[in-house]
Every structure is written in C-alpha cells, then in structure tokens.
C-alpha cells in the first residue's frame, strides 16, 4: 500500500462519501410529513386558544419532553435563546447581576444573559472542553446570580462540582443543553440538574424542527414566570384577560411561543432521538477504539463517557501549530475534519471571536448592561487573551462529526486516515 498522504498525493484513506450530519442526523422522514400535514390539515396553527377539538402538537412535544428528560414542566419555545432568557427572567436575573458562562460556548449562551440584562462572566473550559469547574468559585462575587453550564458537543460538563459551587453560593443554575439532547451525567438526563435546562431544535442540533426550543424544570413557580416571559399576551393562562392570580404572574413578555407546524416537526423528531444516540455512539465507539492508543494524541476527556451523546470525536494534538495541518490532512484523506478555533477564522463559539462583547457594544448609548448602577462596580473587563486555557485547549483540537448514518467501513476508514496523519505529523 502507498504509505504517502493524500496531502502529498497519495491515495485517501476514506473513499466514501462523507453522510450529512444535519439535519437531525440527516432525517427528516415520512414520521415528521405525517405530523405536519396533520398540524396543516387542522386549518389552525397558532398553540393557544381557538378550536380546541385537537389537542396541541405542541403540548405533546411538551408531554414527550417531559417524559424523556423525567421534569415535571416543559415549555416549549421558538428556540434554544429565548429559551435561556426565558430561565433567567423566571430565576429572577436581571440588572446588576452577573452570570457564569464558559468560554467555549455558542455566542447565544451569553448574549442570552445581556438580553435579560444581566453581564456574562466568562469561565475557562479545561480537556472536556465544558466549563472548568475548578475555575468557578473564583469568579464568584456578591454580583454572581446564576451559572449557566453548558453541555458542548454532545457531551457533559462536571455538574457535581457545579452544582456544589451553586448551593454554596445560593446561585440559580441555567444548563444550556442545545449541543446534547438526550445525553446523561451519572445516570441523570441532561437539562435536568439545575433550576431549568434549556434544548434546541435548531437546525444544527442532534435533532431538529428547523428553528425551536424548550426549556425544562421542575419548579412550578419557575414554570409559570418562564410561560409569562415567553407571552406577552398570557394566552397560557386558563383566562388571558383575567387578573393576575397571584403576585407576579403577569409582567412584560416577549412573543417567543412555538407554532403547532414546528411542534409537529419536534414531536416526530422526538421519537428518532433515542435511535440517533444509539447509533452515534456506536459508531464513535467504533472510532474510537481504532484511535484510542495512537501515540501523541489526547482524546478529548469526557465528564461521564456513559452520558455522551456521541455527536463528535475530538481529539488533542501536541502543538497549536499542527492543528491547521492536521486537519487539512484529514480533509485530504477524505475525512470531514475541523479546527475548533482559529484565531483568524470567524466561529461563534469560541468568546476571543465575540467581538461585541469584548468591545461592549449594546444597542443603546448609555451603555445598558455593563454600565448598569445596580452593578455597584465598574463594568466587567473583556479581553482576547483573558481565557488562554480555554484557547491552548481549543487551538490544539481536532474535530470530527459522526453521523448516525456511517457505516461501519466509514468508521475503519476515518481511524485509519486518522492513524495515517498522526504517523506523519506527530
Ligand atoms: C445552538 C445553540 C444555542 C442557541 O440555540 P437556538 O435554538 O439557535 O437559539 C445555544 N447554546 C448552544 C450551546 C448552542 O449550540
């Protein structure tokens, strides 16, 4: 066999082609047509009130949420963002106040907590590439209000610590769960640690409704301030119109309520998840256990391997400077392979690219939120540089999707691409 790299023109490891990881692992299905149409054929889409003879499409994505996640309440919204708003307006954050968020999150993790009028905190993520939870107790002050974990790429932040930190100190936790629906933490179903868990069916998430969300928890009062904020017209109350039924129930809302055409989409995407887990992670198994022992490689650590979605295989390389080369030989090989963070190439997902919070920029002049007088502080400090943990671990990683439709050639092709660079490059 030709030893050289396809890079240097020899023959590619991987000769299939590359399945689409999106959408919702790649099916959408004669399951989602049915719900749709059914939704359509009603004649009437909007969630609330008007004809009742059917029940709600969105209520049963709501039902089968709460029933595989095991929370008492879900509520269903127009994504994974209002879903976060929605939490920390119900978990009562607001002006003055600060939120823990890692560096290594998508851009809406934060902007979520500057909408709600509270300041982000960045946090270092370490080798799981989830928050740093030995870095937590350090930036908490009397300004701190919540932390808000998030589970990235389909796998689980330590939430024990975390959880810990949070009771120590009285804070809400918020878990961003967009990255890993379905996915567990010794034993317990992601979303559900903390005061809420928020979930996308976004495009680019395990599964889809093409824009979407949910929050769930298992507090009541939690659950209707988060139906409050999520309406401004309170069509979820028994009488809309009717007064407040106790203090606080009705305040200004947003409109971030979901329609029945994209409940239906949720729902029958909903019964694919458990199938979609099962086989991305086999097949990430099937990965890994040709990579496992290739010497200079650091696979990524997983906070509980049991509770790994199996969305991506990541992997360390010894130097920042081989990433870039690493994962152009991959490309080469025929494996859909990516850097996670490229300091001259755009990606919201790493805070060094969010260039409007650094700068703090807001939409308004006086400054609102890092200005606000209720901080008692001057505004919080931004800077490119201020996670350098999170960007050596994140400059040195290489990134593979694993699509549920892969074969199990597709897996021993990729190892075997991976095998090949690695005895190259390292
Ligand atoms: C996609 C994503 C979001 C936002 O989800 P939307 O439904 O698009 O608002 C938030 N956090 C993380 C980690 C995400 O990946």
Not at 192 to 195: A, L, M, N, V
């Given at each position: 066999m030709d030893p050289r790299l396809a890079i240097d023109g020899g023959p590619p490891a991987k000769t299939t082609p590359n399945f689409p990881m999106y959408p919702g692992g790649g099916e959408i299905g004669a399951d989602e047509k049915k719900e749709v149409l059914e939704a359509l054929e009603r004649g009437y889409i909007f969630r609330y009130y008007g004809p009742r003879e059917f029940p709600s499409k969105v209520a049963a994505l709501e039902a089968a949420l709460c029933d595989r996640m095991g929370s008492t309440y879900a509520l269903a919204t127009n994504s994974c963002t209002s879903s976060l708003i929605s939490a920390l307006v119900a978990c009562g954050v607001g002006p003055g106040d600060e939120v823990i968020v890692p560096a290594?999150?998508?851009w809406s993790s934060a902007s979520a907590v500057l909408m709600a009028r509270a300041v982000p905190i960045l946090a270092e993520v370490d080798d799981s590439l989830t928050?740093?939870?030995?870095?937590i107790e350090g930036l908490i002050n009397r300004r701190t209000r919540a932390i808000m974990p998030v589970h990235m790429r389909g796998a689980p932040c330590d939430m024990d610590p975390v959880m810990s930190a949070a009771r120590r100190h009285g804070l809400a936790v918020i878990e961003d769960n967009a990255q890993a629906c379905g996915g567990s933490y010794r034993g317990e179903t992601l979303g559900?640690?903390?005061?809420c868990g928020c979930f996308s069916l976004q495009y680019?998430?395990?599964?889809?409704?093409?824009e979407g969300g949910a929050l769930v928890t298992d507090d009541e009062g939690l659950y209707l301030k988060a139906q409050s904020c999520h309406d401004s017209a309170a069509c979820w109350r028994p009488d809309r119109f009717a007064p407040a039924r106790f203090p606080g129930e009705l305040f200004a809302g947003y409109d971030f309520r979901m329609c029945e055409v994209t409940g239906a989409m949720g729902l029958a995407q909903m019964r694919r998840l458990d199938g979609l887990l099962e086989r991305m992670r086999s097949r990430k198994a099937r990965i890994l256990s040709g990579i496992r022992d290739v010497e200079g490689l650091r696979l990524r650590r997983l906070n509980d391997p049991d509770g790994d979605t199996g969305i991506c295989v990541i992997f360390f390389v010894p130097e920042r400077d081989v990433t870039r080369r690493f994962v152009e030989a991959l490309r080469a090989e025929g494996v859909a392979a990516s850097v996670l963070?490229?300091?001259e190439v755009g990606d919201w997902h790493v805070y060094a690219h969010w260039g409007h919070l650094m700068d703090r920029v807001t939409p308004t002049r006086e400054g609102c939120p890092f200005t606000c007088?209720?901080?008692?502080?001057?505004p919080p400090e931004y800077s490119r540089d201020m996670c350098p943990r999170s960007l050596d671990w994140l400059g040195r990683a290489v990134h593979i999707d694993v699509p549920p439709g892969m074969t199990d050639d597709d897996c021993d092709m990729i190892a075997d691409a991976v095998r090949k660079v690695a005895g190259a490059y390292l």
């Open positions: 290594y999150t998508y928050m740093d939870p030995r870095g559900t640690f903390g005061d680019y998430k395990i599964i889809t409704s093409g963070y490229d300091p007088p209720y901080r008692g502080a001057p």
